[in-house]
């Protein structure tokens, strides 16, 4: 089973709306982190937010807040005001703590990505 | 204000060449993580290091990979006697030691594209 599922693979918003990427997890841990980041199409990543499985808020990063819905799995990322530059693919990825590092360092998991388009 | 460097941004190589990749980790980081992006994909871990140290090499292929992190300069992913289906992208990430159940967030640089012909 993927540890980490986008359904979306593509979405359309129109500029200044509000947009929904979703993302759904599995994982037995109890203590885990959620990441969303952004690649334009110019290739490089670029992070965007995280979320720890104990942080009682949803985090928020200017426009960007995560949509944590422990119970059910779910990291949804929520873009408010869209403008053009955000338009890009977006992945989301869970950490995995490495047993025996022992000091906080881990390998991310990604999901496949939704490409979003922001048309004008 | 140095980000996580990558060199060379494209690579091209013929079959049966050897490629190296470079990333030199951002400031003050000690961890480095690679991992591949094939077409329509997303990232794929294949190794974490340390300094001098390889801590998790489960995603790498047994065969051909390598990484090392030396002392000084770069961490180096070498691929011999490359093939087609090495053709992707290659990301480096770094990230500062942190307390396990700290915010410890990878920085990525901008990625080697590499392509065998």
């Known amino acids: 089973a993927q540890k980490i599922t986008q359904t979306q693979p593509g979405m359309f918003v129109q500029e200044k709306e509000a947009v929904t990427l979703d993302c759904t997890y599995d994982t037995s841990d109890q203590s885990y982190g959620l990441f969303w980041y952004k690649q334009p199409s110019s290739g490089e990543m670029i992070f965007l937010i995280y979320q720890g499985s104990y942080d009682e808020q949803n985090a928020t990063e200017g426009r960007y807040s995560l949509n944590f819905q422990k119970a059910r799995k779910s990291a949804n990322l929520v873009i408010s005001a869209s403008q053009l530059g955000d338009s890009a693919m977006y992945f989301c990825a869970m950490r995995e703590v490495l047993s025996y590092s022992g000091a906080g360092s881990y390998q991310l998991t990604f999901g496949k990505g939704t490409k979003l388009s922001v048309i004008p | ?117």
Request: aromatic letters at 10%; proline letters at 6%; glycine letters at 8%.
């Open chain 2, 1 to 117: 204000n140095a980000g996580v460097m990558q060199n060379p941004r494209h690579l091209v190589r013929r079959r049966g060449q050897e490629a190296r990749l470079r990333c030199s980790p951002m400031k003050g980081h000690s961890h480095v993580y690679w991992y591949r992006q094939l077409p329509e994909e997303g990232l794929k871990f294949m190794v974490y290091l340390q300094k001098e140290n390889i801590i998790d090499e489960s995603g790498m292929p047994k065969e051909r990979f390598s990484a090392e992190f030396p002392k000084e300069g770069p961490s180096i992913l070498r691929i011999q006697q490359v093939v087609r289906g090495d053709s992707a992208a290659y990301f480096c990430a770094s990230s500062k030691p942190g307390h396990r159940l700290a915010k410890n967030i990878q920085y990525f640089g901008a990625g080697t594209r590499l392509s065998v012909l």
